[in-house]
């Protein structure tokens, strides 16, 4: 399969090389030789000699350039198993061919086709076998510069659709072999600017050519006393046609780079996680498709997100309460300490990303005690040393079953708070011992949330204490026990009115909707 796409590449691009050079050369080069060359059969059989002998040369410098120019492809189609690395530089290669089928024809193809001809030329005007003057040489030269223009054009968006099939092979191929993905990875090998510029030069400006090198042919060989008028405005015309030309390329791919360039400025937004943004419908062309396609597509991405949001967070509460079944006097402890631990962030201007992971840590923050024995977790007396060890071990067994869900990215931002949330400011906790900011932020957000909620609640041994006490003992604690910042922040709120206050306001909230 691979020789046979080689081979049907190779066929491709000698069919690409023989029509460009059909067309280059009976286009222009005809229009140039029968319509305005006057020679005898003699002057003609030297010049087929020298045409034979230029066209020998060209075709052995093209041949071994073409051949170095394949080397990579050929490794790749024809060897049995390629290595990754050469797989990768084929499929490079392959996307290089039109800009190399470009330089080979402007190298190898017109120099080796030009020089031994000039040579040869000159030598049979020297030796009287030819009778032509070294103007009309010169116009030859530039004629075969215009034909090479032509061919250059035309094989490069051949070859550019040619080597599709290859490129698909190839990407195959990497895949099959080595399960990996071979891409451009976004690199740019030749802007598309430049293609439309030089392309729409070359077709304004190729008849303006074309027709100067008749013309002088023809005044040349009947009247040169035409000559002085003829440049009079000749080269104005030229002049012009080349800044229109050059003036419509500009217009063209500004028009088309306009479009390609705010869909990947939009795409690069998406990228980062904007997931918000809009392409602007500007275009009134085909580009206008793109565009809706491209919206439409945001569009089912956001959907998916916002649903994956929603069963993220369904997963993690499912986890909390859960957790939270396991004893009926802790029920909805895990949402109440998230929800405290939210609003020391919002306190201390935590983003809403950084809001979100704050609440998904602080409702996973005792999943440990999953790995705690009941007759342990649920004794109403006092524990014993070796009873509390056990429970001192839930951040560290609770980071360890998060590590077991897949996939870990998910689950990365939300382990170093379950890890700490029971490590102290001044180093005494565990199960680390951390001090002071070396213990992790969600960690120590977490702490005064969980403190002051299981100060507050009823347990079968004890009453919750009041908010007052509870108050109290955040006050004496802060810069000891807990972060002096946060608490500070949190100690605040509750003196201003705390969960009270903050019901008050969701409820107005709900009776003016």
């Known amino acids: 399969m691979r020789t046979y796409t080689y081979r049907r590449l190779?066929?491709?691009?000698?069919?690409?090389?023989?029509?460009?050079s059909a067309?280059?050369?009976?286009?222009?080069?005809?229009?140039?030789?029968?319509?305005?060359?006057?020679?005898?059969s003699r002057e003609m059989s030297v010049m087929l000699v020298i045409l034979g002998v230029s066209l020998l040369v060209m075709i052995v410098a093209e041949?071994?350039?073409?051949?170095?120019?394949?080397?990579?492809?050929?490794?790749?189609?024809?060897?049995?198993?390629?290595?990754?690395?050469?797989?990768?530089?084929?499929?490079?290669?392959?996307?290089?061919?039109?800009?190399?089928?470009?330089?080979?024809?402007?190298?190898?193809?017109?120099?080796?086709?030009?020089?031994?001809?000039?040579?040869?030329?000159?030598?049979?005007?020297?030796?009287?076998?030819?009778?032509?003057?070294?103007?009309?040489?010169?116009?030859?030269?530039?004629?075969?510069?215009?034909?090479?223009?032509?061919?250059?054009?035309i094989e490069f968006f051949l070859t550019a659709y040619s080597i599709r099939p290859a490129l698909r092979h190839s990407h195959d191929l990497a895949l099959r072999l080595h399960g990996a993905e071979v891409s451009l990875d976004g690199k740019v090998l030749f802007s598309i600017r430049k293609k439309f510029q030089w392309s729409a030069f070359l077709i304004g400006a190729f008849p303006l050519f074309l027709?100067?090198?008749?013309?002088?042919?023809?005044?040349?060989?009947?009247?040169?006393?035409?000559?002085?008028?003829?440049?009079?405005?000749?080269?104005?015309?030229?002049?012009?046609?080349?800044l229109f030309a050059?003036?419509?390329?500009?217009?063209?791919?500004?028009?088309?780079?306009?479009?390609?360039?705010?869909?990947?400025?939009?795409m690069g937004e998406v990228r980062a996680g904007n997931l918000a943004i809009y392409a602007p419908d500007l275009y009134p062309d085909e580009f206008s498709r793109l565009v809706?396609?491209?919206?439409?597509?945001?569009?089912?991405?956001?959907?998916?997100?916002?649903?994956?949001?929603?069963?993220?967070?369904g997963y993690f509460a499912a986890l909390a309460a859960a957790l939270d079944a396991r004893d009926a006097y802790t029920a909805g402890h895990s949402e109440?300490?998230?929800?405290?631990?939210?609003?020391?962030?919002?306190?201390?201007?935590?983003?809403?990303?950084?809001?979100?992971?704050?609440?998904?840590?602080?409702?996973?923050?005792?999943?440990?005690?999953?790995?705690?024995?009941?007759t342990v977790l649920l004794k109403e007396g006092r524990l014993t040393d070796?009873?509390?060890?056990?429970?001192?071990?839930?951040?560290?067994?609770?980071?360890?079953?998060?590590?077991?869900?897949?996939?870990?990215?998910?689950?990365?931002?939300?382990?170093p708070g379950v890890r700490s949330h029971h490590e102290r400011f001044d180093g005494r906790g565990y199960p680390d011992g951390l001090k002071g900011l070396d213990i992790p932020l969600f960690g120590r957000v977490i702490a005064i949330a969980d403190a002051y909620d299981a100060m507050t609640s009823d347990r079968p041994y004890r009453k919750g204490m009041s908010a007052e006490k509870a108050l109290s003992i955040l006050k004496e604690g802060r810069g000891a026990q807990w972060d002096p910042h946060f608490a500070t922040l949190f100690i605040g709120w509750l003196e201003e009115g705390g969960p009270d206050k903050s019901a008050g306001a969701e409820r107005t909230r709900e009776h003016a909707g």
């Open 292 to 313: 809706a396609g491209f919206n439409h597509m945001v569009e089912g991405l956001r959907e998916r997100d916002r649903i994956n949001h929603e069963l993220i967070s």
């Open 336 to 374: 109440r300490v998230a929800g405290y631990s939210v609003r020391i962030g919002s306190l201390a201007g935590f983003s809403e990303h950084d809001l979100e992971e704050l609440r998904k840590t602080a409702l996973l923050h005792d999943i440990g005690k999953i790995g705690i024995s009941d």
């Open 386 to 415: 070796d009873e509390f060890a056990q429970i001192q071990m839930h951040p560290a067994l609770g980071e360890r079953i998060l590590r077991q869900i897949e996939p870990q990215s998910l689950m990365a931002p939300f382990l």
């Open 246 to 266: 050059s003036l419509g390329a500009w217009l063209l791919s500004r028009d088309i780079e306009h479009p390609i360039g705010q869909i990947h400025k939009v």
């Open 211 to 242: 027709y100067y090198l008749t013309v002088q042919l023809r005044l040349v060989r009947e009247d040169t006393s035409l000559l002085k008028d003829y440049w009079n405005w000749d080269a104005a015309i030229i002049l012009l046609g080349i």
């Open 10 to 20: 190779l066929l491709a691009l000698l069919r690409n090389y023989l029509i460009g």
């Open 23 to 40: 067309i280059a050369v009976l286009g222009v080069g005809s229009v140039l030789i029968y319509s305005t060359l006057r020679a005898t």
């Open 63 to 153: 041949l071994t350039v073409f051949a170095r120019q394949m080397r990579p492809v050929r490794t790749v189609f024809l060897k049995h198993s390629p290595a990754l690395d050469e797989i990768k530089e084929a499929y490079i290669r392959l996307h290089r061919l039109p800009v190399l089928a470009v330089r080979r024809i402007f190298g190898p193809h017109l120099f080796g086709m030009v020089l031994p001809a000039v040579a040869l030329a000159v030598g049979a005007i020297r030796m009287g076998m030819l009778e032509i003057s070294y103007f009309d040489l010169t116009l030859a030269v530039l004629g075969a510069l215009l034909v090479a223009c032509m061919h250059a054009m």
